[in-house]
């Protein structure tokens, strides 16, 4: 995503997106903190405390009427199907495996945007990407093995089937995002999103929602207001700084989750979880360097293009 050179601040890009980050992860913590809690509503609660929000938001910044045009309603349809997935599978895995698994686990999503991508918009996969997609794999594989041992707990295993199927949500979401924006403002992609999340969410009123009690209100309430506030910083880091210089710091929610783990569920890490988190988290660190390599090359070609055009 390029950034205008008027903006282009990159540590102020860096402090917002490793706050975004932080947000997400305690925003992650509170649903699992409330447990009791079905997956659906909880993105019920996620997504319809989010849109004020990015009103509020919008209005501040003069761009509520961009966010509220659209001409592609069912690209954002598309999107919001698999992105309610995504988030929905997610918050139902947090019930199966420890927090810092499922966050390694959903690091999968940029090795199978780069899969998906070669299928449904022709990219190119060379070497490098090709590379870091299998060393990625191998460190899925090697935080499932204990669970795919005759020793393995079934829970678990459907856990981690659960946690993948999200990640590979989130990439076909990713993927519709992209097909977005040639045509769409960022503003209606964010708000269109959390509009028809919160009513996707609905229809799992029937299979069994329960009224919250307690503090279960305040895990959902400020789960809902602490992810809206990640999104705006997470929005915000990108008028500041490029995608490719931002994405490697979204690994550091893998530390928020280990320390939350430890410390609030008392989940300790084992050997094989940190192993394929390294491998994993490297190959997601290659993909993004090398994407953005390839963006710095395609840049300069098109000025040269556009130089011989003069």
């Given at each position: 995503m390029p950034v205008p050179s008027a903006e282009f601040r990159p540590v102020r890009g860096i402090v917002m997106m490793l706050i975004a980050i932080t947000l997400f992860t305690?925003?992650?913590?509170?649903?699992k903190a409330a447990d009791r809690i079905p997956a659906g509503q909880a993105v019920f609660f996620r997504s319809v405390v989010t849109i004020p929000m990015l009103l509020i938001w919008f209005g501040l910044r003069g761009e509520v009427a961009q966010a509220l045009r659209t001409s592609d309603w069912t690209g954002h349809a598309r999107r919001a199907v698999v992105g309610t997935l995504a988030m929905g599978l997610g918050f139902a895995g947090l019930k199966y495996l420890p927090l810092p698994e499922v966050t390694a686990l959903r690091f999968a999503t940029p090795m199978l945007i780069v899969i998906f991508a070669a299928f449904m918009l022709g990219e190119k996969v060379r070497l490098i990407r090709i590379s870091a997609v299998l060393v990625g794999l191998v460190g899925v594989a090697v935080i499932l093995s204990p669970r795919i041992s005759v020793e393995g707990n079934t829970r678990e295993l459907i856990g981690a089937a659960i946690v993948l199927t999200s990640a590979a949500c989130a990439a076909f979401a990713q993927i519709f995002i992209k097909r977005l924006t040639g045509t769409e403002h960022p503003a209606a992609i964010v708000f269109y999103f959390s509009l028809t999340a919160s009513l996707l969410s609905l229809l799992t009123l029937p299979f069994g929602w329960v009224w919250p009690v307690g503090?279960?209100?305040?895990?959902?309430?400020?789960?809902?207001?602490?992810?809206?506030?990640?999104?705006?910083?997470?929005?915000?880091?990108?008028?500041?700084?490029?995608?490719?210089?931002?994405?490697?710091?979204?690994?550091?929610?893998?530390?928020?989750?280990?320390?939350?783990?430890?410390?609030?569920?008392?989940?300790?890490?084992?050997?094989?979880?940190?192993?394929?988190?390294?491998?994993?988290?490297?190959?997601?660190?290659?993909?993004?360097?090398?994407?953005?390599?390839?963006?710095?090359r395609q840049a300069a070609e098109a000025k040269v293009r556009a130089k011989g055009m003069q």
């Open positions: 305690v925003m992650t913590s509170l649903i503090w279960e209100w305040v895990f959902l309430l400020g789960a809902g207001v602490i992810g809206a506030v990640g999104q705006l910083c997470l929005t915000t880091s990108y008028r500041f700084a490029e995608a490719g210089v931002l994405a490697p710091f979204t690994y550091v929610s893998m530390l928020w989750a280990v320390l939350i783990g430890w410390t609030v569920f008392g989940e300790v890490p084992t050997l094989h979880m940190l192993a394929g988190s390294v491998l994993i988290i490297g190959a997601g660190v290659a993909i993004f360097l090398r994407e953005r390599q390839l963006g710095l």
